[in-house]
């Protein structure tokens, strides 16, 4: 199918639910046509943990639920500056501050700027930043201290987010990536998968993202926290309706990079591997938040071993 063509039949959700249920292996063909060359890499640090007010039923960090994790305040600029030198040593060239809450704390929010300034001095690294829901002056702000990438995920499909979230809505999110686009910035965003979505669902997610067109597209793959109403849903994606999802994300979103991130070791190696070659053309190394993430160079035996090349 010629690219022009496809572009015009993925504007109909019912053309992606389509491609979603053809054969595997002719979906991975058709979406191996926009996987890049080049693997991009970025690493996040955790600068602020729990006590957030929302109600997110995955998350580790919500005060609504007794995950019993350690909370705490904003670190230092330093522990930011360092891990980012660390993350360069990954071959990272992303680096994401990233903060639990609904929104960026104002006492902290100075701070924040001065931390993107220091990631900003670093050769060979693009600040990002995961810091909440924005409002139009934060925005700017962020800009204006030259933040290069900001990252709001949808998380999950318009129609589904009520099942999710009820502490904000999912406008509230859309709000803050166009927000991001107003001023120039760079946007990340993406969904978690496996949080008891339909297969409509997930084509509703590849459909919205490509309307609001993000530079890179994190997929995490749900891992359940105990004591959250998700704790149980270990079950609700298997692995080929995981590499069906990330196809049908590529082909719906051909110019963004699609990244691996939380959750991606509920694939087999095998398959981790199949979707490089095929969907996904970037990787978050390192930690994650509240989990262990992969040895970073296992990560890049594996992009080495697949002939593939590192994004600068």
Do not use: W
Request: charged content about 25%; glycine content about 6%; proline content about 3%.
């Amino acid at each position: 199918m010629l690219y022009d063509e496809l572009m015009k039949n993925i504007i109909d959700k019912s053309e992606l639910f389509r491609l979603y249920n053809t054969d595997l292996d002719e979906l991975l063909k058709m979406s191996s046509l926009y996987v890049k060359k080049d693997v991009e890499l970025c690493s996040i640090v955790n600068a602020r943990n729990g006590k957030c007010s929302q109600n997110c039923k995955y998350c580790a960090q919500s005060s609504h639920y007794n995950t019993e994790i350690e909370s705490f305040p904003l670190v230092d600029i330093e522990t930011v500056k360092n891990a980012a030198i660390d993350a360069k040593k990954n071959h990272a060239s992303r680096f994401a501050i990233v903060t639990s809450g609904k929104t960026p704390d104002e006492s902290d929010f100075d701070k924040m700027l001065e931390m993107i300034d220091e990631l900003n001095k670093i050769d060979g690294i693009k600040s990002c930043a995961s810091i909440g829901i924005l409002n139009e002056e934060q925005a700017k702000r962020l800009a204006n201290a030259g933040l290069k990438r900001f990252h709001h995920n949808i998380n999950t499909a318009p129609s589904y987010y009520p099942d999710v979230c009820t502490t904000h809505t999912i406008e509230d999110r859309i709000n803050t990536c166009k927000l991001v686009k107003k001023y120039g910035m760079e946007l990340c965003c993406g969904v978690i998968l496996g949080m008891g979505e339909s297969v409509e669902q997930r084509v509703e997610m590849a459909h919205t993202l490509s309307e609001i067109e993000p530079e890179s597209i994190p997929i995490n793959i749900l891992m359940p926290v105990a004591n959250t109403p998700f704790e149980n849903y270990i079950d609700k994606i298997d692995e080929e309706n995981i590499l069906r999802t990330l196809a049908i994300f590529k082909i719906a979103n051909p110019h963004s990079v699609l990244r691996f991130c939380g959750g991606r070791m509920r694939l087999s190696i095998e398959n981790q591997k199949k979707a490089l070659k095929t969907c996904v053309d970037g990787i978050m190394v390192g930690n994650y938040l509240t989990k262990t993430g992969r040895n970073p160079h296992d990560d890049l035996d594996m992009i080495k071993d697949l002939g593939k090349g590192i994004l600068c």
